[in-house]
């Protein structure tokens, strides 16, 4: 409801929409990464110890990309769509 109230005070619309995971997309917009044509936008990234900050960070609004955890004995590829590669840094 904030956010609503937010918007309608600075006169624009605000909605929020669920997507549902589809292959066949998931694997264009992965081609688009790769080849350049589209670049993901990461706002900040979080060591897994602090995970709630990063939940707070989000919450406030003012995130302007992906809010990335990085797990500590993982590293990790990330994807704009939300998928990751991971790969043991053991490897």
Not at 16 to 34: D, P, V
Not at 36 to 64: C, H
């Amino acid at each position: 409801m904030f956010r609503r109230r937010r918007a309608k005070r600075a006169g624009v619309r605000y909605s929020f929409l669920f997507m549902a995971a589809n292959g066949e997309q998931l694997t264009k917009i992965a081609s688009l990464i790769e080849t350049g044509e589209i670049r993901p936008v990461i706002d900040r990234v979080f060591p897994l110890e602090q995970t709630n900050e990063a939940l707070a960070y989000i919450e406030q609004g003012r995130a302007k990309g992906k809010v990335v955890i990085r797990l500590a004995m993982l590293q990790a590829t990330i994807h704009p769509i939300g998928a990751a590669n991971w790969v043991s840094r053991n490897s």
